[in-house]
């Protein structure tokens, strides 16, 4: 029964599965070819008092379908069976003899011969995989030694099923959760539809897990200008997203009614964030915050140690990188620190592209990065006349294309704004 050919063919084809029903019949089916075995039984006495027991599995052997298995959860009491497990001992019986008042007498019935050894967990005997044959037959203990180990080996990776069974069952869950959290987070991000006449944005966004720290907020200030803000909370992720949501609660519920322009907006960010003592935890929040003047094209701006957004000149096809009034991020310092503005003209027919390090950082099959000069090659690219919807879709298009079907190390946002000439629709 365990010569080396066997044996080394039991043991490759159990290292294909995991399965412990696969593993029971894999052990049945190796035993039948050196023993006349037609059934084979996994009890248990986890969680029950003595004698009763639990039939987990039984796989029997049938002459047309071969090795047939079945899962249980049929407990009994007493008999053959009971006093077996309970003893916690190998045991072999060449010529079975069973009284009709057996409990298991229907699984035992036309059985001559049993093997049987005990399955340990924490040092007690819990289990036992019991083996039947048609006709007597002796067993040498050598061949029982074997089986034994077998169903040990057998038994703890029908526990390592079972916890992974459990985890799977935890994470299937936990994804569900995280996915309602990704959907209540979608939610607090603004239409991308213009709030104010003669503006015109588009956005584009995506997390690499279920929910993000990428933000981005629009909103019409107090003095008619359209202000947006687009952000990136370090780290992802659920705590990130935390942080995303606190953000917007104090930029977007707060901020845009009372802020004169996008300093003013980013100090005030700024203090909210240092308060709940970000840089004592090892986060902040890169962010930059601008206003377009739809009347004059003017558009005022402030970064706080993020990416420098693109403003595409169509009339020139050129890209300029807006990276003036440049501050640290959000809460890195333990006191708020003074935001300075830069300003630009932009012209109907130009557009502002803002973006998180998602973008740009996002790598191809060799590893190269997408970077802001792929970014400024696609905007140049653009056929006139240019849209905020146009460049989104293009650069969101170029990105799959030299990223793949690979996972996201980060989120991804985009942001694009235009000027429009004044009822030009």
Request: proline residues 6%.
């Amino acid at each position: 029964m365990w010569d080396i050919h066997s044996t080394t063919r039991l043991l490759n084809e159990m290292s294909q599965s995991v399965d412990p029903d696969e593993l029971v019949r894999l052990i049945f089916d190796h035993v039948r070819r050196s023993v006349d075995v037609r059934r084979a039984l996994v009890l248990s006495s986890a969680g029950l008092p003595a004698p009763q027991y639990r039939i987990v599995r039984s796989v029997s052997w049938d002459a047309q379908k071969g090795s047939v298995l079945a899962e249980s959860a049929d407990v009994r009491a007493g008999g053959l069976l009971a006093d077996l497990l309970y003893t916690g001992s190998f045991q072999k019986i060449a010529d079975l003899s069973l009284e009709t008042s057996d409990p298991a007498v229907d699984l035992l019935n036309g059985s001559r011969s049993l093997m049987a050894f005990p399955l340990f967990e924490g040092g007690v005997s819990s289990g036992m995989v019991v083996m039947l044959g048609p006709s007597p037959h002796p067993c040498s203990t050598t061949d029982l030694c074997g089986m034994a180990m077998m169903s040990a080996l057998l038994d703890r990776a029908s526990h390592a099923q079972t916890l992974a069974r459990a985890l799977e069952s935890t994470c299937r869950e936990l994804d569900s959760e995280l996915q309602a959290a990704a959907n209540v987070q979608r939610w607090l991000l603004p239409p991308s539809r213009p709030v104010v006449a003669n503006t015109s944005v588009a956005a584009w966004y995506r997390t690499a897990r279920r929910s993000g720290g990428d933000y981005y907020d629009l909103d019409e200030m107090p003095d008619g200008r359209l202000g947006l803000l687009i952000a990136d909370v370090s780290g992802k992720g659920a705590a990130a997203a935390v942080l995303m949501a606190v953000l917007r609660t104090i930029v977007h519920e707060t901020a845009w009614s009372r802020v004169t322009g996008p300093a003013a907006l980013l100090d005030y960010a700024d203090s909210r964030l240092c308060a709940l003592g970000l840089s004592q935890r090892g986060a902040f929040v890169t962010a930059f915050a601008c206003a377009l003047d739809p009347g004059t094209g003017t558009l005022m701006y402030s970064s706080a140690g993020h990416n420098p957004p693109r403003l595409l000149r169509t009339a020139q096809r050129c890209v300029l990188p807006l990276d003036g009034a440049r501050t640290t991020p959000l809460g890195m310092l333990g006191e708020p620190c003074r935001h300075t503005e830069e300003s630009i003209v932009l012209v109907p027919g130009e557009i502002a592209v803002l973006y998180t390090d998602g973008i740009t950082e996002s790598r191809s099959p060799e590893g190269k990065f997408f970077g802001a000069a792929r970014l400024d090659e696609t905007l140049l690219a653009l056929p006139n006349p240019v849209t905020p919807a146009l460049a989104v879709a293009a650069l969101t298009r170029a990105l799959g294309e030299f990223v793949g079907t690979g996972s996201l190390s980060d989120d991804q946002t985009l942001l694009a704004l235009g000027a429009r000439v004044p009822n030009s629709g």
